[in-house]
Each structure stands twice: as structure tokens, then as C-alpha cells.
């Protein structure tokens, strides 16, 4: 197997890392309860997709009443 002949700079290897980056995930907000949410997905926290109800939250009602 082949070995390189000189020692790679740290510039030249940073060079080649700067696309390995991980990507924040993009967030819109949330048309009823104005949070943000990832898009195209229904909201984690009303439980609305696209101006309306697709799954009722039970569990923060109930947190709500105690």
C-alpha cells in the first residue's frame, strides 16, 4: 500500500473538512400555536398540519388540568 511522501499541512487537511459539517435542521412556525416545528410535519405541540387537525394532544391537556 502506498504512503504519502510528506506530511499533509493543517490548512490542507481543514481545506478538505469544511463541507463535513452537520446541518442545523430548518424550522418554520407553526401556523396555530406559533412555535416552531420542523416543516412538513405535524406539530409536536398542537397537533395541526397545514392549518388543521390531524392528531389530537392529550397529554398536555392533561398537564394542563393538574
Known sequence: ???PKRKQSRARSRKRRTHQTVARPQL???TECKRLKPGHMVCPFCGYYSGREVMSIVAKEKKKTR
Open 1 to 3: 500500500m502506498a504512503h
Open 28 to 30: 418554520v412556525e407553526c
